[in-house]
C-alpha cells in the first residue's frame, strides 16, 4: 500500500481563486491583506484565475498562476514523425537527426550526491533531537543537487520537444508508462532517463504549437513489422538490438523498426517519414 506523507512532513502550499487574490502594481496581494513583492520570469498573457504558492525543497517559494492561453501554430512542414522510448536511447525516432540519446544527468552527479547522503547519515540527528547545523546543511547540498538535476533533465527535454515539434506536423508517440521499469534492474537508469519528464514536455509542446500528436498504444510494438505489419511469434530479448522479419525478410535496429510501427498504428502515411516505405 502507498505510504500517506503525513502533513507536518509536507512543504507548505497555499491555493487562492480569482477572489482571494489581486495583482497591482506588480505585486501579489492574497486574502488577509498581504503583499507579496513577486520576480516575475514572463508577463502573464491574461489575467490569471487561480494562483498557487508554494515552497520547493530548496526553501524557495513560488507562485504559479493558471492563465488561459492560445495556441501559437508554426509553419507547415508536411513532415511525420514516429517516436519509441527507451533506455539506451531515451527516444528512438524515424528521424536520426532527431533521435535523444541517454544524457544521464544523474549518474555525472551520483558521486556527488552519495557524498552528501553520507554526510546526512553521519550527522542524523536521534529521535526527538534537533537537527545539528552540519545536517541541515547536508540536507541543502542534497537538495540543491536533486533540484539541479531535475532542471537539467528537463531543459533537456524541453530543448528536444521544440526541436521535434518545429520540424514535423504529425507526431506518433508511444503511450509509454515507465512506472514498472522501477522494479526491475533498469530502475535506476531508467529513472535517470526521465521518459515520463520528456514524454509530457513533447505532449505539451505540440500542443502549444498546435502540432497533432497521437498517442499508440505500446504492446507488440517490438513484434511487428513496420514493413508487412506480420507479427513475430515470440518477444524479442532485450539482447536481441536487431529486428529479423521472417515473412517479408526486413532487416533494421529493433528500435527503429518500433518507431516505425508507432507511424503505422497511428494511420499517419509513412511515406512521408525518412527511411521509411509505405506498407
Not at 508536411?78 to 540519446?101: C, I, N
Not at 558521486?111 to 529521535?127: D, F, T, V
Not at 512506472?179 to 500542443?207: C, Q, V
Request: hydrophobic residues 35%; aromatic residues 6%.
Amino acid at each position: 500500500m502507498p505510504r500517506i506523507k503525513r502533513k507536518r512532513d509536507a512543504l507548505p502550499t497555499l491555493n487562492y481563486t480569482r477572489r482571494g487574490f489581486r495583482l497591482k502594481d506588480g505585486r501579489l496581494h492574497v486574502a488577509g491583506g498581504i503583499a507579496l513583492t513577486v520576480l516575475w520570469s514572463r508577463e502573464l498573457p491574461a489575467a490569471p484565475t487561480s494562483v498557487r504558492i508554494y515552497q520547493d525543497s530548496l526553501g524557495h517559494w513560488y507562485a504559479s498562476f493558471v492563465v488561459a492561453t492560445t495556441a501559437q501554430p508554426l509553419p507547415a512542414t508536411g513532415a511525420v514523425l514516429g517516436v519509441d522510448w527507451g533506455v539506451k536511447e531515451t527516444a528512438t525516432t524515424t528521424s536520426d537527426a532527431h533521435d535523444l540519446p541517454h544524457a544521464e544527468h544523474g549518474k555525472n552527479a551520483a558521486q556527488r550526491l552519495a557524498r552528501y547522503q553520507r554526510m546526512m547519515a553521519r550527522r542524523k540527528p536521534a529521535r526527538g533531537q534537533a537537527a545539528s547545523k552540519g545536517y541541515r546543511q547536508a540536507r541543502k547540498q542534497t537538495a540543491k543537487l536533486n533540484k539541479k538535476v531535475a532542471r537539467q533533465r528537463q531543459d533537456t527535454a524541453r530543448k528536444w520537444a521544440k526541436s521535434v515539434v518545429r520540424d514535423h506536423d504529425s507526431i506518433a508517440v508511444e503511450d509509454f508508462r515507465p512506472k514498472f521499469l522501477s522494479r526491475t534492474t533498469m530502475a535506476r537508469k531508467a529513472a535517470d532517463a526521465a521518459i515520463g519528464a520528456t514524454k509530457t514536455a513533447l505532449i505539451e509542446m505540440g500542443r502549444k504549437h498546435a502540432r497533432d500528436i497521437r498517442l499508440v498504444h505500446p504492446a507488440h510494438t517490438t513484434m511487428d513489422c513496420a514493413h508487412c505489419m506480420t507479427r513475430a511469434k515470440h518477444a524479442l530479448p532485450l539482447s536481441e538490438r536487431t529486428y529479423t522479419c521472417t515473412a517479408c525478410g526486413a532487416v533494421s535496429p529493433r528500435d527503429k523498426n518500433s518507431a516505425r510501427v508507432m507511424l503505422v498504428r497511428a494511420g499517419l502515411n509513412p511515406a512521408g517519414a525518412e527511411g521509411v516505405r509505405p506498407p
